[in-house]
């Protein structure tokens, strides 16, 4: 199969499916990854906590780390990406170039407003597209005022430690969350969502649509 993750910002796909996408790499599917922004910041007080430089340097390690090669970094604002054509035709170019069988984004929900402006702009773009999932929001993601629903899970307890080791290419964001305490955030909320299907680790995905046979189905996870 081929799968498309869309991510605002280089560290939301690795907190949310990085162990997903690691497995189904190892699986031998095809994985792409689109991010919409080089993701650098500045601090409320105009200091830059993370240049574009250093958010991508980090961000490709930590894709490689997932096994992931096949990376498009665009260069939206980290903190504005809206619900607009623009976005909406940057991901269309991707979705015509790449032709996923899978796509995973963002959950509408977030409230983050750049993540809601993605996922909102994956929906428009792949209005004809069959099979999108959205992850889960996690810490740092904005906390949902509606809640995200479960409905597929994917043992990734064959992977969480390239999903963790993959976190921590992100050295300024380990530095800014807790160091520790986000990892173990992330970690701990693989953990509950394998307890929920009585495996070790997994990660939970909210679905908007599907159309897969059961083979594929049961390849993926």
Excluded at 21 to 42: F, P, Q, R
Excluded at 50 to 75: N, P
Aim: aromatic fraction near 10%; hydrophobic fraction near 40%.
């Amino acid at each position: 199969m081929r799968i498309l993750a869309i991510g605002a910002h280089l560290d939301d796909i690795e907190i949310a499916c990085g162990g997903t996408l690691a497995k189904a790499v190892e699986s031998g599917h095809t994985v792409k990854v689109l991010i919409m922004s080089k993701s650098g910041y500045t601090n409320n007080d105009g200091k830059i906590q993370r240049s574009d430089e250093l958010a991508v340097e980090e961000g490709v390690h930590a894709l490689h780390t997932l096994g992931i090669q096949d990376i498009d970094i665009l260069d939206f604002a980290t903190k504005d990406i809206p619900f607009c054509s623009d976005v909406v035709h940057a991901i269309d170019l991707a979705l015509a170039d790449f032709k996923p069988d899978i796509i995973f984004t963002h959950h509408p929900f977030d409230t983050h407003q750049a993540h809601e402006g993605v996922a909102k702009a994956t929906i428009a773009a792949a209005r004809r597209m069959n099979t999108v999932f959205f992850y889960e929001p996690i810490t740092p993601s904005g906390r949902s005022y509606v809640a995200f629903k479960p409905h597929l899970y994917v043992d990734i307890e064959s992977t969480v430690k390239k999903k963790i080791e993959s976190l921590k290419c992100h050295t300024s964001e380990y530095n800014k969350f807790g160091a520790e305490d986000w990892i173990e955030g992330v970690r701990c909320r693989s953990g509950f969502r394998g307890y929920e299907i009585g495996k070790k680790f997994a990660e939970a995905f909210e679905i908007l649509r599907l159309e897969m046979s059961f083979n594929e189905l049961c390849n993926l996870m």
